[in-house]
């Protein structure tokens, strides 16, 4: 039962452009949301995160929009840079869950020069 | 400080072989996590200790033996794995009622069942 989805597998973005990653949720109980970045052989690196309570969080390049009438979130990265180009997991907890964290299958983020 | 190590970086083990896998923490963080991933897969829970209690038990075979000795340490004690065992084996950990979710991970301990 994957209650969060990221439908596109893969991105490919120019350098200086931006880049944009979706993910959907099914679960309505769901009040926190995460993105996460990951190189290969490497651990997940927390990005950014968003409370259900807020519709945007931004951090530097990075900014979240969560729609939660919609079920659906996105991750804004302007301007792409080349070191950007990774595996990104977008998750999801409910804060009574004692901290376990539904992912996404992952979207593979190429920035081409 | 964000920093989550883990030890060894790799282990190749066999069928038959007892290994431990180490975490350690210093952020005074009071939960802490241990995930399993497979190759272009998101990474699945397997245990959750808090205030180091296990909270959350997976359903994980019982080849697989987590341990937290203290608030800063977590183990898996590994024991007759099975070659599908093999993949990279993340710790995590993250604060407990600060109103913040985030889980701070390792860089994963890469294991191969021979």
């Known amino acids: 039962d994957q209650q969060v989805k990221q439908n596109s597998p893969s991105l490919s973005v120019q350098e200086g452009r931006i880049s944009i990653l979706n993910c959907d949720y099914t679960?309505?109980?769901?009040?926190?949301f995460l993105w996460y970045k990951k190189y290969p052989a490497e651990g997940p690196t927390f990005l950014i995160s968003?409370?259900?309570?807020?519709d945007k969080n931004e951090d530097g390049r990075f900014t979240v929009f969560l729609n939660k009438s919609a079920k659906h979130l996105s991750l804004h990265i302007v301007p792409s840079q080349p070191g950007d180009s990774a595996v990104y997991f977008c998750?999801?907890?409910?804060?009574?869950?004692?901290?376990?964290?539904?992912f996404g299958a992952g979207t593979q983020v190429v920035v081409t020069p | 400080d964000t920093e989550v190590t883990q030890t060894p970086k790799h282990l190749v083990m066999g069928m038959t072989n007892k290994k431990s896998l180490k975490c350690e923490q210093h952020?005074?963080?009071?939960?802490m996590y241990w995930y399993k991933q497979k190759a272009k897969k998101p990474p699945e829970l397997m245990f959750v200790?808090?205030?180091?209690?296990?909270?959350i038990n997976e359903s994980v075979p019982s080849r697989f033996s987590p341990e937290c000795p203290n608030s800063s340490l977590l183990n898996l004690h590994l024991h007759a794995l099975q070659p599908e065992d093999s993949a990279l084996y993340l710790c995590?950990?993250?604060?407990?009622?600060?109103?913040?979710?985030?889980?701070?991970f390792g860089p994963g301990t890469r294991l191969t069942v021979t």
């Open positions: 968003i409370s259900s309570i807020k």
């Open positions: 995590a950990s993250s604060q407990k009622g600060s109103g913040t979710y985030e889980q701070y």
């Open positions: 200790y808090s205030y180091e209690k296990l909270s």
């Open positions: 679960n309505s109980m769901f009040d926190y």
């Open positions: 952020m005074g963080h009071r939960a």
């Open positions: 998750a999801a907890t409910t804060t009574d869950s004692w901290g376990k964290l539904q």
